[in-house]
């Protein structure tokens, strides 16, 4: 753990830069399985903040909208984290147990939770709100950042008719195309920290 | 949802979604026909929470109000009060607590009669945590005569006079990552709020002076500097104001064209330009007497030659670029038959100057009168000065590269500028010729003396084309061929990599392999870890691509992978200490 405290100091001034590497960490899993993102090259990787309490997450999982994409993708090998970055006693906030229980009922169709209860990886990445979306490539460099589509409401019925802009990334970097929109402003809660 | 709808449908005119109430607010109970007047959606927040601005800020959502009017009434969109900063590090956002009216204009019908009008109001509603809020509004609303004010006229009109107004003339300036605005007078605890959604919610005075005072407002990642900044500007003790500039380049750009000019100059000093440039002076004093306008127009003419070509080349590498070519600056240095005509042409330059034939004093346009022959002299130092360009400046053009093309062409013209400016100068002041040594015999041993530096260029380029030809495999057994797959398994295996990204035609790469990488500590280092090269004498896209994840497009580069942990980059002039210390060597 003072490892990664010290690797996230090192590297607390980098901001995630799409073209960039994306900051290395290591998290567990609800599992209680550490997942190191350097160790994951190789394979597509998409990390999207979590907190199953706000209602902008809820938009996307009451509408099975997140769990399709988590579903989708896995099929075509895209590892997917699910990260918690809520303080001990604020929204969202699980334990490992309350999170195998949440990756169950929502139906979630993510690789893993990882928890991030002080918030380190959180703030590596300048995560803002929930959801934050990220997209990273198989050599580890992150391709997409922001908001999950262009419809900045918390209303499921806005989904249809968004442009989802993580499916639009993996599907044109998978594709070996140039992402067209690499970044985004990301909308949602804030990230309880 | 049920329960919310139930309770509007109870009372029509107001709802609640927990911890803020909704209600429409009109200054008219009767409406005169065809008359505009004030009305406003008015949140009346618990303590502790809020709802947002226009622009939410870091996190949260504009609140929206979507009207169904019956005909012949129309409603403008509410206007926006200034907002407060919502603190909650690491965020900002902007938004409102309290009793809130946000105000706007209806405008009844021409004809009399009883209406009522519903709008949906949605919000978001944040403390620590956030909930959606949602209402359906009624508010019934009279036409006919006389009109007749509402108990709530007061507090609309309370509302529109609290709202932001024209404020004083300001400027506004990119600098890097950031917009910084400038208002004028001396204010510490000013405060602006951008309209725009592009920017991180933070932002505060950066610089305060007696006349004027600077704010910066900070570009959120990958969003471009806008064209014009505008926003809600608040001042202690002064209304709330509107403020808006156009968005000049800031000194970050004037710094960076400057730094080109300088390298310009330096470029004079080149083994591959000096003796043109000298040529040209010596073909100036030998015309001394020569009119001092025919020698301005000389001057003129050289200085459009050297900007136009150094233009044309950035232009013909920005296009390459855009049509998907994985190209750097010193690219021309990756082509086999442009090394070797580059070489040919030094040769030749060094033969000119040793005096084996006059061709190509004809070439440069020594002797010509007409300025053409000027401008033509002005390109023929570029093209001469292209192979010192790629190892001098190939970091700090491949930089420019990534500007966007108006900034690329603007670094490559003061590049130019710079490097006509000396030649320039000399021929439009002739009094400054006559500080130079007269003409005479020294002039033919000065120039057999700079053909050395001419051969020298030509004997390098000619080594360049060597390696282009037989690409020598890495000697040393220290050195591994660089891939991806190859340092992926070497940070896997948590050793620590050194990677070198060099190239033959690049002298500074040379320069460090040989005088730092090659010495025996830091070769004992690096072989403690893995140690890669990665030559991109020829051209190899998967270098290119690489290069580009680490925002640069040219060589040198060194990155180092402690213990298989992030990518560090080194400086592009390495010592064994740098070196040394980035392995985590004691």
């Known amino acids: 753990m003072n490892a990664l405290v010290l690797a996230v100091a090192l590297f607390a001034a980098a901001a995630p830069e799409t073209g960039k590497p994306a900051p290395d960490f290591t998290l567990p899993g609800q599992d209680g399985k550490p997942v190191k993102l350097s160790t994951l090259k190789g394979s597509w990787v998409v990390l999207e903040w979590f907190n199953k309490d706000c209602p902008f997450v809820r938009k996307h999982y009451g509408s099975k909208n997140m769990q399709g994409l988590q579903k989708r993708y896995a099929a075509k090998g895209v590892k997917w984290y699910s990260i918690i970055s809520s303080k001990p006693g604020k929204q969202g906030h699980l334990t490992a147990k309350e999170a195998e229980g949440v990756l169950k009922d929502h139906e979630m169709g993510s690789t893993a939770i990882l928890l991030d209860p002080k918030g380190t990886v959180g703030r590596l990445y300048q995560a803002k709100t929930t959801p934050h979306m990220f997209v990273i490539d198989p050599k580890g460099t992150l391709v997409f950042m922001g908001g999950i589509d262009d419809k900045p409401t918390a209303d499921a019925e806005d989904v249809p008719g968004a442009r989802n802009h993580v499916a639009a990334a993996l599907d044109e970097a998978m594709a070996g195309k140039k992402v067209s929109v690499p970044t985004t402003r990301p909308y949602g809660c804030s990230v309880k920290y | ?586």
Not at chain 2, 209 to 230: D, I, K, N, Q
Not at chain 2, 405 to 421: Q, R, S, W, Y
Request: charge should be positive.
């Open chain 2, 1 to 586: 949802m049920k329960a919310l709808l139930l309770a509007a449908l109870l009372c029509p005119s107001l709802a609640a979604a927990g911890a803020v109430r909704a209600e429409l607010l009109s200054s008219r109970t009767t409406a005169a026909p065809a008359e505009t007047f004030n009305a406003g959606l008015r949140l009346v927040h618990k303590p502790g929470w809020h709802t947002y601005w226009l622009n939410p800020g870091d996190s949260g959502m504009a609140t929206r109000l979507d009207w169904r009017l019956p005909p012949g009434w129309s409603a403008k969109p509410f206007v926006w009060p200034a907002p407060q900063r919502i603190v909650a590090p690491p965020l900002t956002s902007f938004g409102y607590g309290g009793d809130l009216v946000l105000p706007l204009e209806l405008t009844a019908p021409s004809t009399p009669g009883r209406a009522l009008l519903r709008a949906t109001a949605e919000w978001l509603e944040c403390a620590e945590v956030c909930v959606p809020g949602k209402a359906v509004l009624n508010l019934p609303v009279t036409v006919g005569l006389p009109s007749r004010e509402s108990p709530d006229g007061p507090r609309l009109r309370a509302a529109f006079d609290a709202l932001p107004r024209g404020g004083p003339a300001v400027s506004a300036r990119r600098e890097d990552g950031a917009v910084v605005l400038v208002i004028p007078g001396r204010w510490p605890g000013a405060e602006f709020f951008p309209w725009q959604p592009l920017f991180e919610g933070g932002s505060g005075p950066v610089a305060v002076g007696p006349g004027r005072t600077e704010l910066s407002v900070t570009l959120s990642p990958g969003a471009a500097a806008p064209s014009e900044l505008s926003g809600v500007l608040v001042r202690p003790g002064e209304p709330p104001v509107v403020v808006a500039a156009k968005v000049r380049p800031g000194l970050a750009a004037l710094r960076h064209l400057l730094f080109a000019f300088l390298g310009g100059l330096l470029l004079n000093l080149m083994p591959c330009v000096f003796p043109v440039l000298s040529l040209k002076v010596l073909g100036l004093l030998q015309r001394a007497g020569g009119s001092a306008a025919a020698a301005r127009g000389h001057a003129a003419a050289y200085a459009a030659g050297v900007i136009v070509a150094f233009e044309l080349l950035a232009a013909a590498l920005l296009a390459a670029r855009a049509a998907g070519a994985s190209l750097g600056w010193g690219f021309h240095l990756q082509s086999a038959p442009v090394v070797a005509a580059l070489a040919l042409l030094c040769v030749l330059v060094g033969l000119n100057l040793l005096g084996l034939f006059e061709v190509g004093t004809r070439l440069m346009g020594i002797g010509a009168r007409a300025s053409g022959g000027s401008f033509f002299s002005g390109v023929f130092a570029v093209v001469v000065a292209a192979p010192c360009t790629a190892p001098f400046m190939g970091a700090a053009l491949g930089w420019a590269l990534t500007r966007p093309a108006p900034e690329t062409l603007a670094v490559f013209g003061a590049l130019g500028a710079g490097t006509a400016a000396p030649f320039a100068l000399l021929a439009s002041w002739p009094a400054l010729l006559k500080r130079l040594p007269r003409p005479g015999a020294w002039m033919e041993t000065l120039k057999k003396a700079l053909s050395v530096p001419m051969f020298l260029t030509a004997l390098w380029l000619l080594w360049v084309l060597a390696r282009l030809l037989a690409p020598a495999p890495a000697a040393d057994a220290l050195w591994k061929t660089w891939s991806p797959e190859a340092v992926t398994a070497s940070r896997a295996a948590g050793r620590t990599a050194f990677v070198d990204f060099t190239a033959a035609w690049c002298l500074s790469c040379q320069v460090n392999e040989r005088v730092v990488l090659s010495r025996p500590e830091v070769k004992a280092a690096l072989a403690r870890g893995d140690a890669f090269k990665a030559d991109w004498t020829d051209r190899d896209p998967a270098i290119a691509a690489e290069l580009a994840a680490h925002g640069r497009s040219g060589v040198p580069l060194y990155i180092v992978y402690r213990k298989g942990g992030e990518p560090v980059s080194l400086p592009e002039i390495l010592t064994p200490k740098i070196v040394l210390d980035a392995l985590g060597e004691p």
